[in-house]
């Protein structure tokens, strides 16, 4: 059975930091790109970040790039992201995909979900 499991969301002021970590199961993460997204309250899952297989080619969305920093470890079949300069319009529940396909922002080309972290940034 795959798992995915999200931890490291909280309360932070704005402008501080926050690093989430996935860990899967039940599958070899080398085998599958891995990806972010976020859902706040009342709007769409969006696309965050995500990275190829070989953790050698990173995709960001236009909100977080500079500030977001997306990474893995293959041996560990975790995943990471750095979250610094964090403001108030970040806040959400933050979810770990796990895709057979390609490095893509669209939600349906993604086969396994996390149940999400919240992060919350206050300003």
């Known amino acids: 059975q795959v798992q995915l499991v999200e931890s490291g969301g909280g309360l932070v002021q704005a402008g501080g930091s926050l690093r989430l970590s996935c860990v899967a199961s039940?599958?070899?993460?080398?085998?599958?790109?891995m990806g972010w997204f976020r859902q706040a309250p009342g709007k769409e899952r969006e696309f965050v970040a995500a990275l190829n297989r070989s953790g050698s080619s990173r995709l960001y969305a236009d909100s977080v790039k500079g500030r977001f920093f997306i990474s893995r470890d293959n041996t560990k079949n975790t995943m990471s992201l750095q979250m610094n300069s964090l403001k108030p319009e970040d806040t959400a529940v933050y979810y770990c995909?796990?895709?057979?396909?390609?490095?893509?922002?669209?939600?349906?080309?993604?086969?396994?979900w996390g149940q999400g972290t919240q992060v919350t940034v206050s300003s």
């Open positions: 039940g599958l070899t993460s080398s085998s599958y790109v």
């Open positions: 995909a796990a895709s057979s396909k390609y490095v893509t922002t669209a939600l349906d080309s993604y086969d396994y």
